[in-house]
């Protein structure tokens, strides 16, 4: 596998100096790499196109929690496709056995639901060089403990959203979608969204509408203000 800002020293991977790995931010370029995955060679992102991205990582296959949250993807990946969202896995075993932990994941009925093919890419990591990439290796073990985070990446290959979750605790897929949605809907009409905001919900706008001579200050068509300084816009 090879990435970028990876291979550059020689010094070993124990040292102080290779185990300061810095999380890119939202704001920032998403790292690129070339890996090899369940679905051939991966060069990220630009073999995706100008899509959303959402990169899924783990620190280790046939892991409980790890199993539970690739089927719950399986199942939503044709609903992220829909949405022109495409999915990348990490996990820091390699590609054999990404090989057959996606097998048994095909062959498990999980909550009394169908079979499902994984259509997405598992990526071989076993040299962790994509999770050094990504900020996900503990800075003072190695550890690939830390390697539970998802990207969400939007058509420019920006990064729009960054999550991490302890080894224990399984990652809502619900929230997932609702992210994505979010940002999706904050782009295109260049809105903002409110607490616990859902799709078909009520936006807010990031500067008073004007208003027009037949409209009060707190009533515009479409809109509404319960304080001079929180702007509704109105979903339908």
Not at 140 to 149: D, P, W
Request: hydrophobic share 35%.
């Amino acid at each position: 596998m090879w990435s970028q800002d990876i291979g550059k020293t020689s010094k070993s991977a124990n040292s102080t100096e290779d185990r300061n790995f810095r999380i890119p931010l939202i704001g920032e370029k998403a790292p690129s790499f070339i890996a090899e995955s369940t679905n051939g060679s991966i060069n990220f992102p630009d073999d995706f196109g100008h899509s959303w991205k959402i990169l899924f990582s783990h620190p280790k296959d046939f892991t409980p929690v790890c199993s539970t949250e690739i089927m719950e993807l399986a199942h939503l990946q044709d609903q992220f496709s829909k949405m022109g969202v495409k999915l990348i896995v990490v996990s820091t075993d390699r590609l054999e056995t990404h090989v057959q932990w996606k097998k048994a994941l095909e062959a498990l009925k999980l909550d009394n639901r169908d079979l499902v093919k994984i259509k997405f890419p598992l990526i071989d990591d076993e040299n962790i060089a994509v999770s050094k990439l990504y900020g996900m290796i503990h800075s003072e073990t190695n550890s690939t403990r830390s390697v539970r985070g998802v990207f969400i990446i939007d058509p420019d290959n920006v990064i729009q959203a960054i999550y991490f979750y302890p080894m224990n605790v399984g990652r809502s897929t619900d929230e997932l979608v609702r992210m994505v949605t979010a940002l999706q809907v904050s782009a295109k009409e260049k809105v903002f969204t409110p607490v616990n905001w859902q799709e078909g919900k009520d936006v807010l706008v990031r500067t008073p509408p004007k208003a027009d001579g037949n409209s009060s200050s707190t009533e515009l068509a479409g809109y509404y203000s319960p304080a001079w300084f929180l702007w509704y816009k109105k979903s339908n």
